[in-house]
């Protein structure tokens, strides 16, 4: 393998081996270890940036998650400059365009603040793999203890702010300008309500998209 692939590409095999899934991490659904495998030997940038600094000993717990940030947004087919905000939000809204069914969460990119500690356990992995972890401490990169088990750590974040738990949409064939769910509420409308689409909606409580992150653990 490493006479076909070169030492350099069969290195890197380890990010892509544990940031796609091994017996210590999580897999990412719908991003195998093909696809990633491809976006490698095709070249791509960020994805061979991220795996040759995984490989480095000492990385600091800001880099990893930088870099994994950036892997993460490559491998879902945005740019490494893209905010999980905008990631999530933008993807949602083409899936809803062509979906028959129910858009499932799992089908969306990971949150930022799980794709933080999911780059944490694939780097200690990494570094365990290549005997680099003595100095390490597992519950620094994306473990925590219980009953004197390690447990993932998935989040520190709340998955969704309470009234999104709570959240009403319409099915309006008209402007919402009486009988509407989202206006008796005092909720805006949104992409999951009906006919109105917002375009020609009259509810009141609609807000113009902000582009920028927020305090929660979505979109």
């Known amino acids: 393998m490493k006479q076909v692939l070169g030492s350099d590409m069969c290195s890197q095999l380890l990010f892509i081996h544990a940031f796609t899934g091994c017996d210590t991490t999580s897999p990412i659904f719908s991003v195998g270890k093909k696809s990633a495998f ?61 979906a028959k069914s129910f858009v499932t969460p799992e089908r969306l990119p990971p949150t930022k603040s799980s794709t933080k500690y999911h780059s944490f356990r694939v780097y200690y992995q990494i570094m365990v793999w290549t005997g680099k972890e003595s100095d390490m401490n597992a519950v620094d990169w994306g473990w925590k203890l219980e009953d004197n088990q390690f447990v993932s750590v998935m989040t520190k974040k709340t998955a969704v702010p309470e009234n999104l738990l709570q959240m009403v949409h319409c ?48 979109l």
């Open 171 to 218: 099915n309006c064939t008209t402007a919402c300008r009486t009988r509407c769910s989202c206006r008796g509420y005092g909720l805006p409308c949104t992409p999951a309500c009906g006919p109105c689409q917002i375009e020609n909606c009259e509810n009141p409580h609609n807000q113009p998209l902000q582009e920028e992150e927020c305090d929660y653990d979505y």
């Open 38 to 98: 491809q976006k490698l030997v095709n070249g791509e940038l960020t994805i061979q940036t991220c795996a040759n600094a995984f490989l480095l000993p000492n990385q600091a717990n800001s880099v990893i998650e930088d870099l994994g940030s950036k892997a993460m947004a490559v491998l879902f087919g945005g740019k490494s400059t893209d905010s999980f905000a905008s990631l999530r939000y933008n993807l949602l809204i083409k899936k809803i365009a062509s």
